[in-house]
């Protein structure tokens, strides 16, 4: 508590003693003095004039998944494990100098730079960032000790001009920050990985003299003009160096969807004539699952024709291996990786799966 706010709830106590002492009642009922002192608390601890434009850095981590893994578990397991999870995070985050704006269900939000600003934010928030991918090894092992799934985040960091301050009322009210680079810092996670560590270009302007880089990604983002860079985090050389864990690969986000496929086999270069229509469940820049009605052998080779839009003709010049195939009840379950795609369909998949992605922070 600030001393302006301590100095504010003295005051508002005080007053209230004298106001009550000036009744000259004997007793007062003790839920109106209750309700009075808890009035005087938040009078005191509200002030909208705080609020100030300040460069904060951000970062949003968020569990891949977790919405599908909670199906198979019991809420009461989903919640203890949940807690084990967002314990050990505090506690990392808050050794960093982090302050954590909020915990939204599986998600963390994270400031540095407000409300006290240190040389070392930037700095400091991808320290955090790399530490808390590496906990997930632990957190994972403990999860399968106890019969759980692994989780899997993906982290998300941008650093910019903000406002922050107290929003809400007398009644209720959280510091937090607001605006463009707040928002910027949610799309950035939207489109992390499980396991990865995105970063803004702004954050990356500021912290490339001791930070390692993996892949560039350009995407459109709601909000926008024009494409925005999003840097994979590898490393940090100060103030210790540190080195992200070694994520799982894959080439993009992977969202749900429910499209027809038509599918063609290929045998010794020859596409056959037949074709049969099955549906994609989920869908990257690099590939596919699909429900197929059909049997389709490992490793064998198939032309898809997919439409990403109702508007479009369907996306045709698209060669494909199958990874994986297993039955299920419905059919055959397989992975499937493009092999060959031309430019004009590939930027078309990309920007299917980005829309997707922005999509779902609404």
């Known amino acids: 508590?600030?001393?302006?706010?301590?100095?504010k709830l003295i005051q508002s106590l005080l007053d209230l003693v004298q106001t009550t002492a000036n009744t000259g009642s004997p007793e007062l009922d003790t839920a109106e003095l209750r309700r009075q002192i808890a009035q005087a608390i938040d009078d005191a601890m509200f002030s909208p004039q705080e609020a100030e434009t300040r460069r904060v850095t951000v970062l949003?981590?968020?569990?891949?998944?977790?919405?599908s893994v909670s199906e198979k578990y019991?809420?009461?397991?989903?919640?203890?494990?949940?807690?084990?999870?967002?314990?050990?995070?505090?506690?990392i985050?808050?050794?960093?100098?982090?302050?954590?704006?909020?915990?939204?269900?599986?998600?963390?939000?994270?400031?540095?730079?407000?409300?006290?600003?240190?040389?070392?934010?930037v700095q400091a928030a991808?320290?955090?960032?790399?530490?808390?991918?590496?906990?997930?090894?632990?957190i994972n092992a403990t999860n399968q000790v106890l019969g759980m799934a692994p989780f899997y985040m993906g982290i998300g960091i941008n650093t910019g001009e903000m406002v922050a301050g107290r929003l809400g009322s007398a009644l209720h009210s959280e510091y937090t920050v607001i605006g463009d680079q707040v928002n910027l810092a949610s799309r950035i996670e939207a489109h992390s990985l499980r396991g990865q560590i995105l970063l803004s270009e702004n954050t990356h302007r500021l912290a490339r003299s001791y930070i390692e880089t993996g892949d560039v990604n350009e995407v459109r983002?709601?909000?926008?003009?024009?494409?925005?860079?999003?840097?994979?985090?590898?490393?940090?050389?100060q103030p210790l160096p540190k080195k992200?864990?070694?994520?799982?690969?894959?080439?993009?986000?992977?969202?749900?969807?429910?499209?027809?496929?038509?599918i063609q086999k290929i045998s010794d270069k020859t596409i056959e004539s037949d074709e049969f229509v099955a549906r994609v469940m989920d869908m990257s820049y690099g590939g596919m699952h699909v429900l197929s009605p059909v049997e389709l052998e490992p490793f064998g080779n198939i032309r898809v024709a997919v439409s990403t839009s109702l508007l479009e003709p369907d996306l045709t010049d698209i060669y494909a291996k199958i990874l994986s195939a297993r039955p299920i009840s419905r059919g055959f379950e397989c992975?499937?990786?493009?092999?060959?795609i031309d430019a004009d369909a590939s930027e078309s998949v990309k920007e299917f799966v980005n829309a997707m992605v922005e999509m779902k922070r609404h």
């Open 74 to 91: 019991s809420a009461m397991q989903m919640v203890e494990a949940l807690n084990r999870y967002l314990a050990c995070m505090s506690e």
């Open 335 to 340: 992975r499937i990786e493009f092999t060959s």
């Open 244 to 262: 992200a864990p070694v994520r799982e690969i894959r080439n993009s986000p992977r969202v749900e969807v429910d499209l027809p496929v038509r």
């Open 60 to 67: 949003l981590s968020d569990l891949r998944g977790f919405t």
């Open 1 to 7: 508590m600030s001393d302006i706010h301590k100095s």
């Open 221 to 237: 983002v709601k909000g926008k003009r024009g494409m925005v860079r999003m840097y994979e985090l590898l490393g940090v050389s």
């Open 126 to 138: 991808l320290a955090c960032a790399i530490d808390m991918q590496s906990a997930m090894h632990d």
């Open 93 to 121: 985050i808050l050794s960093h100098g982090g302050v954590i704006d909020k915990f939204m269900g599986d998600a963390i939000m994270v400031l540095f730079g407000a409300p006290a600003a240190r040389a070392d934010d």
